[in-house]
């Protein structure tokens, strides 16, 4: 009798497609901004799996204004040389009902950056009528339950925007970016406690992603040789945790465009493949991330904002952690970023409207 095994062997030979895991479908990726500095880091690594992993294939869909036409074509041929196996297709378009057509995930860095000197909020007047324009894009072409990452600034705002004028695309499929932010605090924790920032985990940034974000480490832990220990123990030092650790991470877009004269695109890039890595495929267990969402009025947050909050994600969904501590400190610095969401809406509103 012929043995199991030189069955499958026989098998593999004659009708490899019988033993074969069925291909994944290419997932449609759009990227708008996409020749801007972000969008030049972010598309090398959508199409080597750093966001949605490295079995699944992608169709990447590209759009900049008119004037980056040529720039965006030059990028489609780098793509096409770097002879990427997971890249099954590259559509770089000004059009953006193109850009839209069919994709499952959106990533909106499209608009402009802030220059040394400027807040974050500086930029309502410029980049929220783009949202407002390409939230009936995202409403009409994406697909039904296409998950949305807004990168541009003021990111939080401009969701609210996306939001109000794509009322078909439920809530909880539009967030914004903080995991720059979170990403920042767990390599400044790192570097205080001389550990590797892969060791630290569950900080959280409460609220806008500007210089009233409040980056908390009440909950966060770090791997030693005792074991997973607070954060807060092992520094040791509430002083430098409430003031210097905190402006540091506030202000470090602002730290980086005063050393780069343009503001921090690599690590933007990296910290998007981030969010939605783990909004699609999980968060590690016992680990939390931060991310910009539609707020339920979780910690007293009021519902009409995009605000930051610990989440864990699971099979696609995003859900905020529930039941931390707030002590009297957080619940000041959060009610600041809440009071400034507030009036950053209220700007905005006079934009769009
Ligand atoms: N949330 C976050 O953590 C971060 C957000 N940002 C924000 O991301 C945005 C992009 O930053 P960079 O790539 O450095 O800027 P950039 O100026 O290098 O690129 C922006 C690109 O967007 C394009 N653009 C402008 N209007 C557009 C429209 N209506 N449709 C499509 N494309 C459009 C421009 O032509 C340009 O190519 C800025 O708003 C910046 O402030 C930057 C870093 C981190
Ligand atoms: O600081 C900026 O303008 C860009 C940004 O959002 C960041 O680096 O966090």
Redesign the pocket.
Known sequence: MMSSNSLVQRLMKWCPWLLRDEPKKPVKVLV??A?????YAIVAMIARGLMLGADQPVVLHM???P??ADALNGIRMELIDAALPLLRGVVATSDQAEAFKGVNVAVL??????KDGME?KD?IGK?VA?YKSQASALQQHAAPNCKVLV???P?NTNALVLKQFAPAIPAKNITC?TR?DHNRALGQLAEKLNVHVADVKNAIIWGN?SSTQFPDTSHATALTDRGERPVRELVADEKWLREEFVSTVQQR?AAVIKARK????LS?AS?ACDHMRDWILGTPKGTWVSMGVYSDGSYGVPEGIFYSFPVTCEKGEWSIVQGLQIDDFARSKMDASVTELKEEKRIANGFVI
């Open positions: 708008t901004g020749a801007g500095q972000i969008g759009l900049d204004l004037v980056a860095i499209g608009g402009w950056p802030r974050r930029l980049n783009i990168v541009a600034n990111a970016l720059l992603h877009g343009q503001s921090s695109s933007a910290a």
